[in-house]
Nanobody
Framework: QVQVAESGGGLVQAGGSLRLACTASGGTFSDYDMGWFRQYPGTGREFVAAISWSGNYIDYADSVKGRFTVSRDVTKTTMYLHMDNLKFEDTAVYYC??????????????WGQGTQVTVSS
């Protein structure tokens, strides 16, 4: 099964930007719809953004629309989440996973280690 790894998190001031990356090992996710999720301490993961396998369809959670941009490279081996105008409430661990389009559910049982995003107010 494809394994994913997230990177690019860090500490940033409110209003700043970060770019997260999701890369695959043991295969590729070029044929899959992929998504970003985030998890706050003590809660389950919530949907953030998704991009179709073709890159032609994109959707976002209302809380990040207009601030976050999801993309995937032309080889479809890496997916990105560019985050602008970060807010304190964006502080979370961010994960990527294959996504069920429309339901915004993660399809792979295995998750990466995630990448911590911390926004200081």
């Amino acid at each position: 099964q494809v394994q994913v790894a997230e990177s690019g998190g860090g500490l940033v001031q409110a209003g700043g930007s970060l770019r997260l990356a999701c890369t695959a090992s043991g295969g590729t996710f070029s044929d899959y719809d992929m998504g970003w999720f985030r998890q706050y301490p003590g809660t389950g993961r919530e949907f953030v953004a998704a991009i179709s396998w073709s890159g032609n369809y994109i959707d976002y959670a209302d809380s990040v629309k207009g601030r976050f941009t999801v993309s995937r490279d032309v080889t479809k081996t890496t997916m990105y989440l560019h985050m602008d105008n970060l807010k304190f409430e964006d502080t979370a661990v961010y994960y990527c996973n294959r996504v069920r389009w429309g339901a915004w559910e993660a399809l792979w049982a295995a998750w990466g280690q995630g990448t911590q995003v911390t926004v200081s107010s």
